[in-house]
């Protein structure tokens, strides 16, 4: 069982930056490719940015190409969404998850894709 858990979230002024943090539990907890993931009320849950479990590849969706940055330190069993020149539109819960399988270098962008999931952070950008 791995527990993840959010943090870094606020309310920021357009252009600003904003750092997630995920921290996972457990011994295993840097084990697996890991997602950040948003929810902006009144909209379906969509993927932001994927790292595999190794942090050696990553993805992210192209409304944040270029502004959002995912990371990860397994030393530290924890991974991150580092958030540049944010807009308005990034307004949402952002939550991270983790996949099913143990050293996957795969990508992930379909939430079904991942078995755990944070209580998520909300982030405010104030234009």
């Known amino acids: 069982q791995v527990q993840l858990v959010e943090s870094g979230g606020g309310l920021v002024q357009a252009g600003g930056s904003l750092r997630l943090s995920c921290a996972a539990s457990g011994r295993t907890g840097s084990s697996y490719a890991m997602g950040w993931f948003r929810q902006a009320p009144g909209k379906e849950r969509e993927f932001v940015a994927a790292?595999?479990?190794?942090?050696?590849?990553?993805s992210s969706a192209d409304s944040v190409k270029g502004r959002f940055t995912i990371s990860r330190d397994n030393a530290k069993n924890t991974a991150y969404l580092q958030m540049n020149s944010l807009k308005p539109e990034d307004t949402a819960v952002y939550y991270c998850?983790?996949?099913?399988?143990?050293?996957?270098?795969?990508?992930?962008?379909?939430?079904?894709?991942?078995?755990?999931w944070g209580q998520g952070t909300q982030v405010t950008v104030s234009s």
């Open positions: 998850a983790a996949g099913r399988t143990y050293y996957s270098y795969s990508l992930y962008s379909d939430p079904d894709d991942y078995a755990y």
């Open positions: 790292i595999s479990w190794s942090g050696g590849s990553t």
